[in-house]
């Protein structure tokens, strides 16, 4: 039987998962970011990362993700979100801070290396890295794109910024044939950028281009 520490511990890391992601921004008119527009999001969501990642530490009697993620069914709940929170915050941003990066890239090595044992981040998105918890290959990665794609379709990516930059983080952790299957999302999601009037977006979207465009090509020369 489940203890209740073990369903409440779940339950605070869906919900600060949930609380940590940037929401929707609603500028009052067309422009570029500014930071005065994220004011005092890295401040509260530098401690959502720390108690995450005391979370996924400290399990009842130390055990750590082994009474979080019992099934897939979990990790789809507290992975995905978490992964994406993470992601967001991948680079620098107006929205983030350097101790919030830090804290990202701290808590994503944890997950690489004693949640799912995997030597990068593609292991753990692509491989069977997951079928402890019986995730099958690229299962999670499938999530994570199922989860952003709303943010990121063509009429709703500049409202969400941090899906944005969580979405490219995602395709450079990936090589052939990884994205092979993946094209119909990241190709789109590229292009958006790419024809956007805001010159960062631009060029985020050729970046993502050229790295989708290199490893496709991989698959057939």
Known sequence: ME??????????????CQSGLLPEL???????LTAEDCA???????????????????????GGDQDLFRDSSDVKELLVPLVALCGEHA???????????????????????????????REVLMTAAGARFGL?????????????AP????????????????????????????????VHFFLPFSLCLLGDWEDANKLRGLQCLSHLIQQVKKLFF
């Open 40 to 62: 005092g999001h890295a401040e509260r969501v530098l401690p959502v990362l720390r108690e995450c990642a005391d979370i996924l530490r400290c399990g009842d009697g130390g």
């Open 3 to 16: 203890s209740p520490k073990s369903s409440a511990r779940r339950r605070r890391l869906f919900s600060l």
């Open 151 to 182: 943010r990121v379709a063509r009429e709703r990516f500049r409202k969400f910024p941090g899906a944005c930059r969580c979405c490219a983080w995602l395709l450079h952790q990936l090589v052939s044939p990884d994205v092979g299957d993946l």
């Open 26 to 32: 609603r500028l009052p008119e067309d422009r570029p």
């Open 91 to 121: 680079e620098s941003a107006p929205w983030s801070s350097p101790d919030c990066i830090s804290a990202s890239y701290a808590m994503l090595a944890h997950l690489r290396e004693d949640v799912f044992s995997a030597r990068s981040m």
């Open 136 to 148: 099958s290959r690229g299962q999670l990665l499938d999530w994570l794109v199922e989860f952003q």
